[in-house]
């Protein structure tokens, strides 16, 4: 069993909906939620992080983390065409260690205009 | 400033050959790392470095080896490439120190192994 778990779509949706994307983790020592984002043929690029449990809103997008389920989201509200990419959850402990962080295998999303 | 450029951006080898990949920062960045994307596999870390002439082994290293000879260059090399090192290479580098999560990642090195 992958310590990260994350539906690879694709998931295609119509321009204005919300998008729930989604990631099941089980290394009870996670303590660092991110997002990345990586559009096609580029690196990813951090979009959202939280610490431990609880929401965290940015504009149209909302992280949230349920530590008691290991269970994290990431919502898109009013989705754009230019939020087509590929997301990826990532996560690490609060050890600081330079190995890192353990990622999802991504999920593939399409706004379509 | 063009935070991590990567070099090659693609490479086509035979199964055998060596090659070198470039990895370059320019955010005075004491962590750099080497990881390689696959379909359904999500980013695998393969070596990091956390100083300048220090390199320590990932997830995945079998197959490569790396070199930090100076704080601003994390070099990746295949010395005999396999059709299973076909994939999609990123370097990253961050602060040390900190939140660990924010990762500034370069645009890519396709590889394919014939």
């Known amino acids: 069993q992958k310590e990260v778990e994350q539906d690879p779509g694709p998931l295609s949706v119509p321009e204005g909906a919300i998008v729930s994307l989604n990631c099941t983790y089980s290394n009870s020592a996670f303590q660092y939620f991110m997002w990345y984002r990586q559009y096609s043929r580029k690196g990813p690029e951090l979009l959202m992080y939280?610490?431990?449990?609880g929401n965290k809103e940015d504009g149209r997008f909302t992280a949230q983390v349920d530590k008691s389920s290991k269970y994290i989201s990431l919502f898109i509200r009013d989705s754009q065409p230019s939020d087509s990419a590929t997301y990826l959850c990532a996560m690490s402990d609060s050890s600081g260690s330079a190995r890192q962080l353990t990622f999802g295998s991504g999920t593939q999303l399409t706004v379509l205009p | 400033n063009a935070g991590v450029t990567q070099t090659p951006k693609f490479r086509v080898l035979k199964t055998g050959q060596s090659m070198t990949l470039l990895c370059a920062q320019d955010m005075n960045h004491e962590y750099m790392y080497w990881y390689r994307q696959d379909p359904g596999m999500g980013l695998r870390l393969i070596h990091y470095s956390v100083g300048e002439g220090t390199t320590a082994k990932g997830e995945v290293p079998d197959g490569y080896n790396v070199s930090r000879l100076k704080k601003q260059n994390f070099l990746l090399g295949l010395e005999s490439a396999a059709p299973s090192q076909t994939s999609v290479y990123f370097c990253?580098?961050?602060?040390?120190?900190?939140?660990?999560?924010?990762?500034?990642f370069g645009e890519g090195s396709r590889l394919t192994v014939l």
């Open positions: 990253a580098s961050r602060q040390s120190g900190g939140f660990t999560g924010e990762l500034f």
């Open positions: 939280t610490y431990s449990s």
